[in-house]
């Protein structure tokens, strides 16, 4: 990417910062304290999630953004992302299945759309399997952050999303490797093989979020692969995202918050101790969780790629 590209980059992170400053949390809660009796802690906490993860949403596609293309983002969640690409007059289509609409996340995502009315974002209220092109047409840029990890049917998505990237399209998905014995979810040991396993040993921790251990689907760097030769599409496997998350639990309050337990606390410090840190960013995809992953046609290279 080039200096103007980086330029670019900056003053998007920066109105980034802005759209967030701007972003009212307290009156969102109060609305849903008021009208819908949620906790106000709870949706606090999850409203102060989510716009944090914009940040590292942003660094995850903002080298392949354009204002020419035709974006979806996969699994938008309260959809402040796609909000904040909206309003930078971004072509982007949020996809969010439905969850019953009466779920606790249901209410907060509609508040925050309602709390953005203004900005006329188009919300595709399905699961990425019932994608088709007859119906949503083709998009340049498909991305997803930590979420294709919790969809069921990874094959049949994986066509669907396939069926709608334009012929010169880019798919960008960030999620675990479960070939690396880890779930960052819970922070607990994980072996792919017999999840059944951390289970069992971890029944107490789990328990208080069964739904979101049942949604697992233990994807890894090899899954991906097969996913992509089913589907005729060339995989490219970002190099140092271990490195960038470790970076990251350093710097980041909220992030680390989340995921610092004893046992990362543990390994971090003896790889600290050892003065090999810095190896981290060495290491080969396959060893790596997460994992960034870029997918598009074969015989075929993205627009994304050949402007820069």
């Not at 069926?163 to 922070?187: D, K, Q, R, T, W």
């Not at 994807?219 to 960038?244: C, E, M, P, T, W």
């Not at 610092?260 to 080969?284: D, V």
Request: hydrophobic residues 45%.
């Amino acid at each position: 990417m080039g200096m103007r590209g980086v330029v670019g980059s900056m003053e998007l992170g920066n109105k980034l910062e802005s759209f967030l400053g701007n972003f009212n949390i307290e009156h969102i809660c109060d609305r849903l304290e008021n009208e819908e009796s949620l906790e106000r802690d709870y949706v606090k906490d999850l409203l102060g999630t989510f716009a944090n993860e914009t940040r590292v949403t942003l660094s995850l596609v903002e080298q392949f953004l354009n204002s020419r293309l035709r974006i979806l983002e996969v699994g938008a969640g309260i959809c402040l992302f796609s909000i904040f690409l909206k309003s930078e007059n971004y072509d982007v289509v949020a996809l969010e299945p439905a969850l019953g609409g009466f779920s606790d996340f249901e209410k907060i995502k509609n508040a925050v759309l309602g709390y953005y009315s203004h900005i006329a974002l188009d919300v595709l209220r399905i699961s990425a399997q019932d994608l088709g092109i007859h119906e949503n047409g083709e998009f340049d840029l498909i991305y997803s952050n930590n979420v294709i990890e919790h969809i069921p049917e990874l094959s049949s998505t994986f066509s669907a999303m396939t069926n709608v990237l334009s012929e010169n399209g880019l798919m960008v998905h960030a999620c675990p490797n479960y070939l690396i014995p880890y779930e960052p979810h819970f922070g607990i040991p994980v072996f792919k093989l017999w999840p059944g396993l951390s289970r069992r040993v971890f029944s107490k921790r789990i328990a208080s979020k069964v739904d979101l251990w049942d949604s697992l689907n233990f994807i890894s760097y090899f899954n991906v692969k097969v996913l992509a030769s089913d589907n005729h599409l060339r995989v490219k496997f970002v190099q140092g995202v271990l490195s960038d998350s470790v970076v990251r639990l350093q710097k980041d309050e909220s992030f680390r918050g989340r995921h610092m337990n004893r046992f990362l606390l543990s390994l971090f410090s003896l790889l600290k101790g050892l003065r090999i840190l810095h190896l981290l960013q060495y290491l080969p995809p396959f060893l790596s969780t997460p994992m960034i992953v870029l997918l598009f046609r074969e015989g075929h290279e993205p627009l994304l790629f050949i402007e820069r």
